[in-house]
């Protein structure tokens, strides 16, 4: 592995996803995990206008590794809530995964 490849590995786990700094632990899946959950987002749209993302829609980000991989229309629970998976991208050993919160839940 180079050096740089490294260095980011070593980040993702001692500041991005650190309790400490960033991260929170959840249980997603059955699977206490250290991850980011993003819901205070707004969504940049045409005509200069941003749309908020409400509770009912979440950015996740975790360790790769922590998580099986699933695709867009899958589900995950995260604590007690079920969730459907609208998209998945893994880049640098982080998964961003983008929720909305299941119907009925």
Not at 7 to 24: G, K
Not at 42 to 66: C, F, K, M, N
């Amino acid at each position: 592995m180079s050096v740089f490849k490294d260095e980011v590995t070593s980040d993702i786990s001692s500041v991005f996803l650190n309790p400490d700094d960033f991260a929170e632990e959840r249980m997603i899946d059955g699977k206490l995990v250290a991850c980011i959950l993003a819901s205070d987002q707004t969504i940049p749209i045409t005509g200069g206008y941003r749309i908020a993302i409400t509770d009912a829609q979440q950015e996740l980000y975790v360790r790769s590794a922590d998580v099986p991989h699933k695709k867009a229309g899958g589900k995950m629970m995260i604590g007690t809530v079920a969730y459907d998976i609208d998209s998945w991208q893994e880049d640098m050993g982080i998964a961003h995964i983008r929720l909305s919160r299941a119907v009925g839940t």
